[in-house]
């Protein structure tokens, strides 16, 4: 996706053949949030390394077990329980302890990395999924 100033520019620049250039352009590099199918196959037993950038970049480790249980360690720091599932709309929530539920989209990017997106808001990214609980 082209993000940024630069492609603002070159629609002033260019008018309307540089807006048709970015509407092209941009919706070549698009990426789409996964389906909740993908997002239950990408995650169900599987340990997810993660920044959540609410929160200064701070790394966690979150496992999300087969049976909806899921647990969540800081880098560092101590194990929260909670839980995760599928909903409606193709969202992926979790509730961690006695905070609320959220639910997410989940978009793949070019880098195979993941967003986790709130409400339009990138709450964390995933850097790397692995099979199994590794939280160590």
Request: hydrophobic fraction near 40%; proline fraction near 1%.
């Amino acid at each position: 996706m082209i993000r940024g100033r630069p492609a603002v520019r070159i629609a002033r620049t260019c008018g309307r053949a540089g807006v048709a250039f970015v509407m092209v352009a941009g919706s070549a590099f698009a990426q789409q949030a996964l389906s909740g199918d993908e997002i239950a196959r990408l995650v169900t037993g599987k340990t997810v390394e993660m920044t959540f950038h609410l929160q200064k970049d701070v790394r966690f480790r979150l496992y999300f077990a087969p049976d909806g249980s899921a647990v969540s360690r800081r880098v560092g720091g101590s194990d929260t329980e909670g839980k995760w599932r599928i909903a409606e709309g193709n969202l992926h929530c979790t509730q961690w302890g006695k905070r609320n539920e959220t639910c997410a989209q989940i978009v793949k990017d070019a880098d195979d990395t993941y967003r986790r997106i709130e409400a339009g808001t990138v709450r964390a990214t995933w850097h790397r999924i692995v099979d199994g609980k590794s939280l160590e």
